[in-house]
Structures are given as C-alpha cells and as structure tokens.
C-alpha cells in the first residue's frame, strides 16, 4: 500500500514536472526527489519484512508452577506480546520477575530495542538469553516440580509455618470466643478484618523496627515524664510527648498503636475523624492538664475512667478539616502540654496541614510491608478458611492491592462467598475489578501517554483505557500533553536516517499540533457559553490521544535535559490576564486625552512613552524625574501606571533589562517625588466611591411590543422604572436583613458548641 | 448630575417616543397597507386574497428572500381582517431580537393561543372587516427559534387552531433549514420571490415621488443592483441618499455613487483592479503581462489587497463582489468557479467568526489566483 | 502632551483629508435629521477624531467637557464588571467591550436609562443624546440584536453613533439602520499633509526624506506617523541625514520570532518560539497581530513558491485562534505547519497534496 502510495506520488510529481518543462533547476530537483524516494521505499520494506505479529502467537499450555524456582528479567519490546502480558505469563507459571537482571537471574527475555544499560548488565552478569518463541517453548517443555532440594525444603518449611500459624489462630479464637460468648455472639459473623486483626506485635506486618520504636517510646513514657523530657533515650524519641504515624492506607498504623498501648498498660482512647476536633473543643475537651478528660468523652464512652495510664490516639490527623478550624493548632498546644502520650497518625506527612506537628512530633513513618511479608499471612488466614489459593495468586493479589492488607482481606471474603478456590487468571480479574483507584498525577499520566509503550504495536491497550487516563484529570492532562508532547524521540521515526527523518519529525510535529489545534476548538465548545459537555471523549482523542500518537517515544522523563515541563500556559494565561487588566486601566486614564483603545494603546502609545517616561531616568537619572512626572500627570498616569508601562515592555524593553538600567537610588527619588505632589486624577474607581454595583439579572424581561406600536412604549417603561425601584429596595432590604440573622447563626453554631461541652 | 439625571416627572412628558413622521423609516412609512399593495408576489397575493372574503386561514409558513414583503404581507393582511382597532387584540408578533426561548412558547405564546377572541370593535373608520373569530401570531424568522421552543409550539398549533392562526416567517424551508419537519408540516407553505426589478423599480419611483426627491433612474438601477432584490434595503439606502443630499444647501442631486457609498459597496474600479491583479479577464487594458514572474505576482497581490484594506471596504463585501464577478464570468470554465466557490465558502465562514479581514482577503485572491492560473 | 493628540484636530474644517466626508457629516449635523451611523475603517484613519469633531459641530464647545464614570454591574456569577463611561452633558461613550458575554445586558440597562433622562442643558443645540459604542464589531450576537431595537424604540431622544474596524462582524439590521461612513486610511499625500502641517505648528522644518520615510513606514495609520515623528525628532533633532525608524518592541520581537522559524527546524527550536510566544501574548499583543506580523517577515524571506501556502495556513490558523480558547496552541500548529513547508522545501519534496 505505502509502496503504491510513494509510486503514485512519484508519477503524480513527474507529470506534473513535464508541464513546466525547460528548467534545469526543477528537473534536478525531480532527480533528487526520486532518490530519496527510493531510497525510503527500501528502508520502508525492510523495515516490514517480519509483520508486526500483534497477538499471532499462542501462549502454549504448560504445566503448572512450571517456571517455578525461576527468576525473569524483560526487555525490550516483544513482537507479540505486550510487556505486562508477557510478565503475567512467567507469573502464571509460577516464575518470578524482576525489573533489573542480576547474577540471580535465570534468564533474560529479550526483545527489539532493549536498553543499553540492560544489555551491559546483562552480558556482565552472563546470563542466559531467550527470544520469544525460546520463552513460549520453555514453557511448553518445561516439567512442573522440576525445582531442586533447597527451595523444595523451603517451600515445606513454609507451609509448615502457615500451617501453624492457622492452628494458633483457631486457637485464640476460640479461646475468644468463650470469652465473648456471652456478649457478642459468633465470630464468623465478624468482619475478617475485624476477625484477623493482629492481637499481636507478631502479627503485624512489616514495620517491625517502627513498631518497637513506638512500643519503646510508650514503654520509657513515665521516665520521660518524671525527667521532664530531657533524656532523649536511644533514637531520640524520649524528647517528645508525642509520636507521629505516617504511612499509606491498610499498613495497620492504627492497629499498632493500640497494640503497643495496650501491651505498654495504656488505655487507649481513640479519637478519629468521626468525632469533631475543632480548636474549641480541642482545648476544652481535651483538659489540657489532662487532669479531667470526660469533657469529650461523654456518652457511651463516659465509663471509660480516665487515669494516669491513659493514651490519646489523634486518628486521621489530616483529616481535620473544614469544620475542624484551627484543630491542628490547638492539637499542638495540646501535645506541648501533655502529660500523656498522644499518638497522632496520618497519610501523608507532606501534608501543608501537618507542618506545625513535625517540630513537637517524634516521627514514625510506617511503610509499605513487602509482598512477602504480607504472604505467608494471608496464606495462613486462607489455609485457616479453607481455600486453597496458591502463593503467586495472593502474590497477584497483593500487589495489585498496593500491600493494603485490608483490601487483600476485604477481597478475599467477598471470593470466599462463591467459591473456595482461585486461580491466577481469576485473582487478575478480580484485583481490576477492586482496583485500587490510583490517582495518577498529571506527571505519570503524561510520561504513560508520551512514552514508548501506551502506543507501541504490541500494546493492548484500547482506546477507552487511553481515554481514561485522559479522564484523570481532563483539565490537566491535555496542558500537559502540550506542553511536552515535543520532548519526546518519536517512535515513529526511529528507523529513519538523515533528512527522511528529520522531515517524518517534523510531519509528526505538524500532525500533533494540528490536532492540539482542533482539540482547542472543541474545548471551547465545551467551555463555551453553550456548554456541549458530550463533546469530552472528542476532546480526550484530539487533545491527548492523538498528538500522544504521532509523539510516543523515549525521553518524556522526569530529570534530565528532555525533562517534562509543568504546563507554562496556566502561569503566562494569568500573567496576561493581569496585564491586560492594568492596560485596561491605564487606556481608560488616557481616554480623556487619546482616541485609542487598548491595543492601540498598547501598540503605538507605550512604545513612543519609552523615550518620553522611561528613557529620561535611565539617562539623566533623578533630574529627569520632575519632567517624567509632568508628562505622567498629562495623561494621568499615577506611578502604578508607570510600573505597568515598564513591565509591558517585550524584547529590549523588556522590564528587567529597562529597570536594571534605572539606578536604584532614582527610582527612590522619582517614587518619593511623585508621592510628595499633588496629581490630577481622571476618575474614581467606583468601588472607591462605594458605589452599589449593580445585579445583572439571568435574563432580562423580553420586549414583546411590535416595532412600530409607538404608544404603549411609555408605559411600558415607566413600568420597570418601578421594577427596577422595587429591585433597588429588595437588595438593601436583603443587605439589612442577612446581616444579623449571619450573626444568628453564628451565635447558635456556639451556643451548640457551649452546650455540648458542658455536657 | 449631568447625563443620568432622572426624567422630571411623567407630568410633563410630551408623548416623547412617538417617532417624528419625518424620522420614521421609509420602510414603515410605505408598508404596504393592504395585500393588493404587496409588489411582485402574484401567486401568494391571489390566494391570501380569497382568505379574505372566505375568511378561513390556514396556518401559514411564508418563506423567501429578505425583503421580498413577506412580513408585510402578513402584516398587511392581519390589518384588512381585523381594522386597526381589533387589530391589537388579535394579533401578537413576535421576531428575532425577541426573547424566544422554550419559557415564551409555553407561557406568553401559549396564553395568547389560549385566549378566546374578544368581541369585536365597531371600527373608528367606519369600514366594515370580516374580523374572522380567531387570532393570529406572527413568528417572525421562526428560524432562529430553538429547536426545543419549535417543538412545545407542535401542540399548541393544534390544540388551539380553532381560535388561533399561526404565521412563521423564515428564509428557508429546505431540509437543512432550522424549521423542524412537525412544525413545517402543519402550515401550508408561501413562497416570496426576489423582486423583479420592474416590480422594485415602480415601488422606489413611488417612494421618491412621494417624498418629493429627485431620483435619476440610474440612481434606482444602482439602488436595486446593490440590494440584489431585497426591496427593504433599496428603501433604506434610497432614504439615507435622499437624508444626505437634502441636509446640504441648496440640496445636491443623488448620484449612483452616494448609493455604493451608503451601500457599503466596492467600486467597481476596485473590484476590476483586483480581479485583473488575479488574473482574471476582466476586459481592461491594463491586463498584467502573463508572463510576469510568480514571485513578484505573490508580492502584486499583496499589496493589492493591503490597498483594498486600507481603504477601510469590508471584506465580506470585496469577497461577495469578487464572487458575483468570478462566478458570471463568461471565460472561467467550470472547474475553476467550482475551486474558486470553495474557497469562497470556507472565506465566508472564517468571516462570520471574526477572523482577520487582510488575511482572510488575501487568502481568497490567492484562492483565486491559484484557481484561475491552474488551466492556463 | 505628545504631538498627536495635542495638535489633534477638534472641529470638522480642521480635518485635512477626506474634505467630502467632512462636509457630508457638516451638513448632516446641521440638518436636524441626525441618523444613527456607523464610523468604520482602519486603525488610525482618524475615525473616532471624525466622531469628536462631529459631536462639537452638533452640540458647541461643550461637548468637549469630559468626564470618566464608572459603573460595576455583578455578573450572575458574583464577578464585579467595571464598565468605564467617558461623557459629557452631551453625549456619552461606552466600550461594551469591557463586559466580555454581558455585554448585551449592559448595553440594554445603560441605554435604557439614558434614553429615559431627558437632555439637562436646557440650552443644548439638539433635543437628542448621542451614544458612542466602541469596538462595535466585538459585539455579541446577542447584543446587537437587543441594540437593533433599542435604536427603532429610543429613536426620538437618542442617536448611537457606532465606531469600528469593519462591518463584517455587524448583522445586516444594524448596518441598514445606520448610516454607513466609511473612513480610509489617509494616502500618502495626506499623510505627508498632515505631517507637515504638524510639523510646522511645532516649529520645524521636516525634509521630505524624512516625510516619506516615516509615511513608508506607517501603512495609513496617522497615528502611528505621528507618534514616530515625535519619536524621530527627539532622536535627532534635525531629522537629516540616514534616518532610522526605531520599531516597535513587539515588533522586532516578532520579526525575532520569525527569523528563529526560518533558521532552524527542530522540536528545541519550536519549543523556544513558543517561549517567545508567550512571552508576546502575556504582553498583551493580540494573537493575530502577532501571527500576521511574524508571517509577513517570514513570507518575505522564503522561497516565492512557500508564500501562498504560509499565508494560507496564517489564515487557517488565525480563524481557528478567533474559536479556540488558547491562542498558543494554534499559533504554535502554525509554526510547525511553516517548518515542515520549509523543510520538505528544502529538501525538494512538493508538498502540495500535503495537509
């Protein structure tokens, strides 16, 4: 097809050539044009020789776990199968992959255009090498159980371990469950992440050394107390009256704290985002001499005796928001007071809200636990259940929910409710369905989008999933995407040499800008006063998707001399915003004396006010400024103004260049000469003058009166003379009546609060 | 204070918003007061004038050119039904600078349609009116009605047609029209032809007669070849000319070129230097050399249209001309106007949103230019 | 004060060029039958000149008392709209403009309550008021339509005076409603005229080198010569010798631009252009100016078989910069429609069925 294409074009050019016939130069021109056709031609068909086999090839039937024992490294781009598919494909087979070849590799799966970095380590390493179809074979050869002494012991002794673990577990149950009989009924009916909560450090996963940091802390408590916070301890702790737990969701944070406070003799007493913690009843409710703490704790919770050995867990510290005011502050003052522990513990410790707490804290940053970790628990709750689900599938399962332990639970119940096995196709479909809804940052969406892969031959993305992640953050990403969607090394072009692929770059270039181009107008339909919000998806293809599909290559990073840029355009929009906003005033100053609107002004006026405002004081300095000033006060311009003339300045008048020549000392000068006259002012501001501005109402009456039906016009009007007298009065009386009944409400909202707390 | 100074008091007020008679457009002015009045529209006029004596009206949907009389007609004909007296009560109208959104149709429309007719009035005048017992609604360029406020008129057409007659005025009623098919389907259609110009001719001679204006027939030629049959613009122009000459002293007679002038309109000489620069025949003698080089052609063009520019003329305008020019020109074959008409359309529209008048000009001589040096 | 509006003529005799406009519109002002009209043409024909030396000759030296108002209405969305009014007892002038999309309810409110305030000089030369809109071609569709009326239903105490760059934009009820007055740009021998005229009302001689060059330079814009008289005569006094006009800032930027566009074809190089592009845009240089200023330069240094077709895609892409939101994404398309022309150019591939 393309070849036909090229041919065409050929004949097409030379038909086309004959007619104007008699110049030597064209007629050179024709010759060159042929060679570099053909030259394109060849490479064209070179390049198609082996026909991008997009999912030509069949994944044999292995044995299963017949990869087992075996660790994978992939690179490059595979002609058949897309990168994660091929990940998923060793995984299911119970093979282990990881991202950088090491001497623990067993193979390297590699395709087209690997890495160089890649290639080193791997031939530093020597390891073996497999092409596709050697991969495909491996599996289909492969015996399962084909896994040596060492690991076979390993794998028993694991399973020994869960085993026992399960057995425990059972134990304490029920050991449990003739403790609560009475009260609570069954456990099956509990949560399974109530039911298979840790009961105790042991059972908490990952973060061991922060846990026992928080235990030491609570541990050492009554010493620092008596010592008045002096003794830092061993890793400092002991200097603060409070702890800080960060980490992301479902790493057990506030499990641990109770665990540690309760296994330390601490009654903890938990206040989340469910209780109100606004500064008032921060302070009040919290004594802060801790000397009475029932203020907050009324209701059910008001047997719980306040003693010494009490522990304020703060949950959710980020989370104090909105109705919270200034609840992080007087958490502060609380802690600085403090004379029992407080564990405070949030997401993000990044959180501008949190800044205040990161001085009076002892920060305990919990991480992710690894998958390994969090595995050999699972697995006993599972073995305890009765499912039988082999470790790649929670493997799977776990890192599809980024180590949220609880999600993993959460998911495995719900599985349970069906069926008591799972196999590893089925724990990947159930994992997207609960897909952890990751919100990506416009950063990630656009390395995604312009990178090599999203669009690559190989990749089985569809339209839909590219259009989700334009979804994201449709406000965002489409900047993005312009803004950046030149840095990358198109993919496109990458089999091209000298001027073919300078001209494919730029016929790439071209072809995503145009389209950027129609993105435009579409979002100006959708932003527009019409609003044709249905025209999204059409967006989402024109702004991101097709620009991303001429542009997707290497080099759209973070660091680096390609690095991607945050959108310029929302900082220059603004900035031009403002200035145009003070050329507006200054055009409205000047009208009383120049005919021009604002661009004139801008185009004509503020280039010849140079020599005239400008150019004096970077010459003549300080004795130039009364003359400066004159000429301002001739077309009432004010000294704003003149800063405004400065910054208007492109190119050589750029203001930074033109300020640099002004001495600082006569800009002084000039700035207190101007303020110490009097000036002629054009006009008013009117919110200067107070005026009432004034409604513009949704729609405005229609006129319904024929053309030419003269007579009925007068009264009509005087008509909404009245209306709009009436409107007048309404407003004021609207302004008179919402002030005090404001203050009603806020005089209740604390009457509310007082109420509460004397409760 | 100064301007916005509140009016005194209603006591005082003379009736201040009847128009000056001498002020008062022509077009009001010389309204055709009874359909027999109507110009050129035979066909139409022969039929309203049997509603008349059987006083059964279809709804009707009048469609046409602007300024073929089709609001007039209407107009003209609710007056002969009713007399002036009945005439307020009976007929609402309603145009495009009017609010008509979905909300007017379902209330003020749907109210009008609703009311009985009152009785009628014995007529000052003394004349006796059929005053037929139903009223009429005049929707004047119904086409730029919403579609949604097109569909809640659907029912109140029929629930009400026993008292109640609809007009639509429009432009077009083709398929791509804005008139939705429902609508469009219950009227019995009218169609208003460009005027002829003898039709326009006898009309304008009148108006100048009655106005007591000397005006030379070629001024009437030049004022129906630039209103390219739209009767309302003639009148506008011809009173503006007659405004014009009439506020000198002692008052100078109109020439065809007040009438371009006030039009709007690009002289010729203009138009024909432009065309000749693009290298259409236009039968001057100044035809440029053939076989001038392209580039200093490119460079010719662009000063031409700078020039035009320049002289302040609207370039919807240049473009139009240019249009009437390159489509009746008797030498260009058919593929060129085809290619030309193209970029003729895409100029139009970019026009329409606003773009850059030089550019957008120097793109169509370009067009042209491209066009017309393509076969030779 | 600068030159051009201190020697700014103030009555209609004054006017040098277009003698038969001025006596049409002497004529028309003492007549009685005052029409509503429609002032159009270029930048810097003197349009709104005309208009002011119109007011004077209907309503005395009085009109030239001048005063700025301004009004704030709310937008539905609570955002406050400054409306700024240059009036005198006579007439008033508005730049609906400055509302952005309300501007069909400013002008409908502010109309309203001027038509129903009768004229306070009991001694004023006409009954009527005059109302000046600027930038009438920046009107909405809306707000013409509700002007359309306004101007049949307030004919008898009110005349709008309507002042913009061209009709294209106006629907044709306003434009049959007006009295059309076309203002050209001056030639060059009015120019020239008007530049010796100022010249000699300052005191000084201008050869007519200087003349010429500084007319070559102004592309019929009066304003623009006279400015960059002043700006010439400060820079040396006795204007002999090789002159040099000093360019505008933004326009040796752009002119910049454009020779960056033609020395170099590469994603970095497009990426600078952008940089400069902003730059320009947040200065406050409309886009078109920008577009058609650096197209012309790069028009003029090109190939002569590359100048249609950068030209036409300099008119694709202005319109497009007329729809769209962000003017940079359209410029930006352009420049890299122009480097790929360029390049495929130069390295002889025909690009005509190229789009």
């Known amino acids: 097809m393309r070849y036909k294409k090229c041919l065409n074009l050929v004949a097409v050019h030379q038909s086309r050539r004959q007619r104007s016939q008699g110049e030597l130069h064209s007629r050179q021109l024709h010759q060159r044009l042929i ?41 490059g781009e595979l002609s058949s199968f897309a990168r994660d598919e091929a990940i998923d494909i060793a995984k299911r087979y119970g093979g282990r992959v990881t991202l950088q070849p090491s001497s623990k590799t067993s193979f390297v799966v590699l395709g087209d255009n690997a890495g160089p970095a890649k290639l080193a380590a791997i031939k530093k390493h020597g390891l073996n090498m497999l092409n596709e179809d050697q991969f495909l074979n491996l599996i289909a050869t492969r015996k399962a159980g084909h896994v040596d002494e060492k690991t076979k012991k390993k794998l028993a002794k694991e399973q020994e371990a869960i085993r026992q673990a399960a057995k425990e577990m059972e134990k304490k149950e029920k050991e449990d469950a003739k403790k609560e009989d009475k009260q609570d009924g069954n456990l099956s009916s509990q949560l399974w992440t109530t039911r298979y909560a840790p009961q105790s450090l042991k059972d908490v996963c990952g973060n061991k050394s922060q846990v026992e940091k928080l235990q030491q802390w609570l541990h050492d408590w009554p010493s620092s107390l008596k010592s008045g916070f002096k003794k830092p301890g061993k890793n400092g702790a002991n200097m603060f009256r409070a702890v800080l737990i960060t980490g992301s969701p479902g790493v057990g944070k506030t499990t641990s704290a109770h665990l540690c406070a309760k296994l330390e003799g601490f009654t903890p007493i938990e206040l989340n985002a469910s209780d109100v913690r606004s500064k008032r009843l921060v302070e009040s409710g919290l004594n802060i001499n801790n000397t009475s703490l029932d203020g907050y704790l009324h209701g059910d919770k008001a047997s719980v005796s306040i003693t010494d050995k009490s522990c304020i867990i703060m949950d959710e510290v980020d989370g104090m928001s909105a109705g919270d005011r200034g609840g992080v502050g007087a958490l502060n003052a609380l802690i600085k007071k403090s004379m029992i522990p407080i564990i405070c513990i949030a997401n993000d410790r990044q959180a501008q809200k949190l800044k205040p707490l990161i001085h009076t804290t002892f920060s305990i940053p919990f991480q992710k636990p690894p998958v390994n970790m969090i595995r050999s628990r699972i697995l006993s709750i599972a073995y305890k259940e009765k499912m039988k689900i082999p470790a790649n599938v929670i493997d799977q399962l776990i890192t599809s929910a980024q180590s949220d332990i609880r999600q993993v639970l959460n998911m495995l119940s719900t599985w349970k409710l069906s069926s008591d096995t799972m196999d590893f196709d089925e724990s990947k479909s159930l994992a997207k369905m609960n897909e952890k809804y990751t919100v990506m940052s416009p950063f990630d969406i656009t390395t995604k989008i312009l990178g090599p892969y999203l669009f690559s031959p190989s990749a089985r993305e569809s339209l839909g999933d590219k259009m989700d992640l334009y979804f994201q953050d449709h406000s965002f990403v489409p900047l993005f995407i312009q803004e950046n969607y030149l840095r990358s090394q198109p993919a496109r072009m990458r089999n091209l040499e000298g001027p073919e692929k300078i001209l494919k770059h730029l016929e790439l270039m071209d072809k995503a800008a145009s389209s950027l181009s129609d993105g435009d107008l579409v979002d100006s339909l959708i932003h527009g006063p019409e609003q044709h919000w249905s025209l999204m998806p059409l967006h989402a293809i024109l702004s991101t998707i097709r620009p991303s599909s001429s542009m997707y290559g290497n080099g759209v990073h973070y660091g680096g001399p390609n690095s991607m840029a945050f959108p310029q355009w929302l900082g220059q929009n603004s900035k031009q915003n403002k200035l145009m906003r003070q050329l507006g005033d200054i055009q409205a100053k000047m009208r009383l004396k120049v005919s021009g609107d604002k661009s004139e002004i801008r185009h004509s006026y503020i280039p010849a006010f140079h020599p005239h405002l400008v150019q004096p004081l970077a010459e003549n300095g300080t004795t130039a400024a009364e003359k400066v000033i004159r000429r301002m006060d001739e ?72 053309a030419y039906e003269v007579d009925e016009i007068a009264e009509e009007l005087s008509e909404e003379d009245e209306k709009k007298e009436k409107n007048k009065d309404d407003l004021s009386a609207d302004k008179l009546i919402q002030a005090p009944k404001k203050k009603k409400v806020t005089n209740t909202a604390s009457d509310k609060a007082k109420n509460k707390i004397k409760r | 204070m100064s301007f916005f100074a509140p009016k005194q008091s209603n006591s005082n007020s003379t009736p201040k918003h009847i128009v000056d008679p001498v002020l008062q457009p022509w077009i009001e ?25 059987s006083t059964n009206l279809p709804h009707m949907l009048f469609y046409g050119p602007p300024g073929t009389g089709k609001t007039s007609t209407i107009l003209a004909l609710a007056r002969q039904l009713f007399g002036p007296e009945n005439f307020r009560s009976r007929v609402l109208e309603l145009n495009a600078s009017d609010e008509r959104g979905i909300s007017i149709v379902r209330e003020k429309i749907k109210n009008f349609a609703r009311q009985t007719p009152r009785a009628q009035v014995v007529s000052s005048d003394g004349k006796v009116y059929p005053c037929p017992p139903y009223k009429i609604i005049i929707l004047d360029e119904a086409d730029s009605m919403t579609q949604d406020a097109q569909g809640a008129l659907r029912r109140i057409m029929e629930t009400y047609a026993r008292i109640t007659r609809f007009c639509l005025v429009c432009n077009y009623v083709t398929s791509q029209s804005r008139i939705i098919e429902p609508v469009a389907s219950r009227c019995s259609k009218f169609r208003f032809v460009p005027l002829d110009s003898d039709s326009a001719h006898l009309r304008l001679s009148h108006i100048a007669a009655a106005e007591n204006v000397t005006v030379p027939p070629a001024v009437i030629d030049m004022l129906i070849a ?50 000749t620069v693009l290298g259409i025949d236009v039968g001057s003698e100044t035809a440029i050399e053939a076989d001038t080089e392209k580039g200093s052609r490119f460079q010719l063009i662009r000063k031409e249209v700078k020039r035009i520019i320049r002289q302040g003329y609207s370039a919807t305008q240049v473009l139009a001309q240019i249009h009437d020019l390159v489509v009746l020109h008797p030498t260009l074959n058919g593929r060129q106007k085809a290619q030309v008409a193209l970029v003729f359309a895409e100029a139009d529209k970019a026009l329409g949103d606003g773009a850059d008048e030089e550019l957008w000009t120097l793109e169509v001589a370009l067009g042209v230019y491209k066009a017309v040096s393509y076969a030779s | 004060m600068l030159w051009v509006d ?22 028309l002002a003492s007549s009685g039958d005052f029409p509503h009209m429609l002032f159009y043409g270029p930048s810097g024909a003197g349009k709104k000149t005309r208009i002011s030396c119109t007011l004077r000759q209907l309503f005395g030296p009085g009109v030239e008392k001048l005063k700025i108002d301004q009004r704030v209405f709310l937008s539905p969305s609570k955002r406050k709209l400054e409306i700024n009014l240059v009036q005198s007892n006579y007439h008033i002038e508005i730049t609906p403009s400055e509302a952005g999309n309300y501007d069909r309810v400013v002008i409908q ?38 002007l359309r009326r306004t101007m049949e239903k307030y004919m008898s105490n009110l005349r709008i005076i309507l002042c913009a760059n061209s009709t294209s934009r106006l629907i044709a009820p306003i434009k049959s409603r007006c009295l059309l007055m076309r203002v050209a740009a001056p030639s060059e021998e009015d120019m020239m005229d008007v530049l010796q005229n100022v010249a000699k009302r300052v005191g000084f001689d201008l050869p007519p080198d200087a003349a010429d060059k500084i007319v070559d330079d102004a592309e019929g814009n009066m304003r623009k010569a006279i400015l960059v008289l002043e700006a010439l005569k400060m820079q040396s006094p006795n204007l002999n010798g090789p002159l040099s006009i000093a360019k505008p800032d933004w326009e040796t930027y752009c002119h910049k631009v454009a020779d960056l566009i033609i020395g170099e074809q590469s994603p970095a190089r497009i990426m600078e252009v952008r940089s400069k592009f902003y730059e320009l845009l947040s ?34 892409y202005e319109v497009r910069m007329r729809n769209g939101n962000k003017k940079i994404f359209h410029l930006e398309a352009w420049v ?13 591939i025909d690009m005509s069925d190229f789009d």
């Open chain 3, 109 to 146: 409110e502010l109309l309203k309550e001027i038509a129903q305030t009768q004229q306070v000089d009991l001694n004023a030369k006409q009954k009527f008021k005059v109302v000046i809109i600027n930038e009438a071609d920046s009107l909405s569709r809306d707000a013409q339509a509700a």
């Open chain 1, 35 to 75: 060679d570099i056709l053909h030259s394109w031609i060849a490479i064209k068909a070179a390049k198609s020789a082996p026909p991008p086999a997009h999912g030509s090839k069949v994944v044999p039937d292995g044995e299963p776990n017949c990869l087992a024992g075996l660790a994978f490294v992939f690179t």
């Open chain 1, 635 to 706: 077309y009432y311009l004010s000294k704003e103004d003149w800063d405004t003339i400065v910054e208007l300045g492109v190119g050589d008048h750029k203001d930074e260049i033109i300020l640099k020549k002004i001495p600082p000392a006569t800009k002084t000068a000039f700035t207190r000469k101007y303020n110490s006259s009097e000036h002629p002012i054009a006009f008013h501001k009117a919110h200067d003058l107070g005026k009432a501005p004034k409604k513009i109402a949704g729609g405005p009456t229609p006129d319904l009166e024929e």
């Open chain 3, 336 to 348: 890299v429609k122009v480097m790929s022309l360029y390049k495929h150019f130069f390295y002889g």
């Open chain 3, 6 to 27: 201190q020697y700014r003529p103030r009555t209609l005799d004054d006017l040098h060029y277009h003698k038969g406009l001025s006596a049409r519109l002497k004529s």
């Open chain 3, 283 to 316: 200065h406050c240089i409309p886009p078109t100016v920008i577009l058609k200023t650096v197209a012309e330069r790069v028009v003029d240094k090109v190939d002569e078989s590359l100048k249609a077709d950068i030209m036409h895609w300099a008119a694709f």
């Open chain 2, 226 to 275: 630039t209103s390219s049959g739209d009767l309302r613009r003639a009148i506008t122009y011809l009173q503006s000319a007659s405004r014009l000459s009439s506020s000198t002293n002692p008052p100078t007679p109109i020439t065809p070129t007040d009438i371009q002038e006030i039009a709007g309109v690009v002289p010729d000489t203009v138009i024909n230097d432009l065309a």
């Open chain 2, 29 to 53: 002015k010389y309204r055709p007061r009874t359909i027999d009045d109507v110009s050129a529209q035979e066909h139409t006029v022969a039929v309203l004038r049997k509603t008349l004596t």
